[in-house]
């Protein structure tokens, strides 16, 4: 079969199959940020397994370096609930300002 | 002469790196001096880059700047009286990161932002594909500097059995390795239950990679490897013993592992998004944005079967990978330069 057949091909054998795979994670990209996504975003909570160093010899540094962010839990608790109430309170502002459009855009119709 | 390297970043394994550190060979080659730094620097790249407070051009030296994302630090660079070409080698799509991986999100927004004001700030912008520099508002291409004697030798007869399905890439969102799985699956069900996939790249962080692992072992356990790190003689291995390269990827700059699956004489089933066209030309069978997993899976099995098609591919792919050989891609990067003066 020359290249150019096999993409016709291709697509008249799957037109008689009805086997697609439904399971499983599907990653698509996020088009248009919904105020409920940006709610959980910003919530900031990040994983302290992501905490890892990249060096050779890397896991000694991993540990030191979540040692430390376990030292510093109090501290850092503290900077992460200030982030998300400023997060939290700037959306919440947002949210009313889109209804109040969304209304004023009603009324002028 | 002296022409000097900036990147936004270096990594061990980073395409961008690896260019500059080829052009930084053939530099020498030319009797040109200079050095390459970089705004941020993994440490495993060792030595060969410099951090970006150590440069300190010449008035009459070139700066090359490849740039590939954010890098607020550059911004320096720019103000500097030097000539410059910037070389783009194209910033993915924020919009494929902000569920996966926030910081790279934040970095490709930022990046893409401020790609205008870099372009519009130097002597030349230049793209590694038509479709980079499109983007930039140029039409200067200077391509990826692809040396296939580095990878080894091409394999002599086809690989044994079972069929092996392989992509290259970074585990990352946009280059789909969800929907590479998917297809490489249903391929298995319905044409070789012992067929295998190997998947290839670093994993942008843990929490994608387990996703991805934990994606494979659903649908395919037992059947899917994913590896990264690898050797430059492991990779020439990995594409040795394939049978079909897939590549689903939902953007893409340039793609070298088309050219290196190529090189390998494996036929490449990809998607026709960015730069994938332009150069896989007719070497690849290209699928349409709505050709679904079902079709991916159809096409695998005659690329990986039928004889004729394979052989045709790989006179083909043959004639790409001449079309991108390293001297006329090294006489475009060294006329460009000393149309600035190097």
Known sequence: MMPEDALRAARAAAAQRSDALEQGLRIEPTERVSIE???????????????????????????????????????????????????????IRLAELEDRVARLEERVK | MNVHQVLSGAGPHDAVTTQALAFRALFRAWGWG????????????????APLRALAPLQR????????????????????????LLISHNITP?????????????????GRKQLPEFAAAVDVAAGVSRYNARELGSDV???????????????????????????????????????????????????ASDARLVLVGAPINMRYEQAMRALADE??????????????????????????????????GFCIPLLEA???????????????????GDAALLLAPDDDESVVAELLALAVSDRQLRDVLRE????RVAAYAPEPTARKLRDALQSLGA
């Open chain 2, 94 to 110: 924020a919009r494929w990161f902000w569920d996966h991986d926030p910081q790279a999100g934040v970095v490709c927004a930022l």
């Open chain 2, 262 to 280: 190529f090189h390998f004489g494996v036929p490449v089933i990809a998607r026709a998004v960015g730069g994938v066209p332009e150069v896989a």
């Open chain 2, 61 to 84: 030296d070139v700066l090359l700047i490849h740039y590939s994302a954010y890098a607020p630090k550059l911004r320096g660079v720019l103000q500097m009286p030097q000539r410059k």
């Open chain 2, 316 to 319: 083909r792919a043959a004639a």
């Open chain 2, 219 to 252: 649908l395919s356990p037992g059947h899917v490897t994913i590896e990264s790190s690898l050797t430059r003689e492991q990779l020439a291995e990995r594409y040795r013993s394939a049978h079909a390269f897939l590549c689903l990827s939902e953007h893409e």
């Open chain 2, 34 to 49: 200079g050095r390459d730094v970089a705004a941020e620097i993994d440490p495993r790249v060792g030595n060969c880059v």
């Open chain 1, 37 to 91: 996504l940006l709610m959980e975003w910003a919530t900031i909570e990040p994983d302290p397994d992501l905490m890892r160093s990249t060096r050779k010899l890397g896991a000694p540094i991993t540990w030191a370096k979540r040692q430390l962010v376990h030292v510093l839990r109090q501290y850092l608790r503290e900077l992460q609930s200030q982030q998300t109430r400023f997060n939290l309170n700037l959306l």
């Open chain 2, 141 to 191: 291409v200077i391509p990826i500097l692809f040396d296939p004697a580095q990878l080894g030798a091409a394999r002599e007869r086809e690989p044994p059995q079972p069929p092996v399905v392989l992509f290259v890439g970074r585990l990352a969102p946009h280059k789909r390795q969800d929907a590479v799985v998917r297809a490489f699956e249903l391929f298995r069900r319905r044409h």
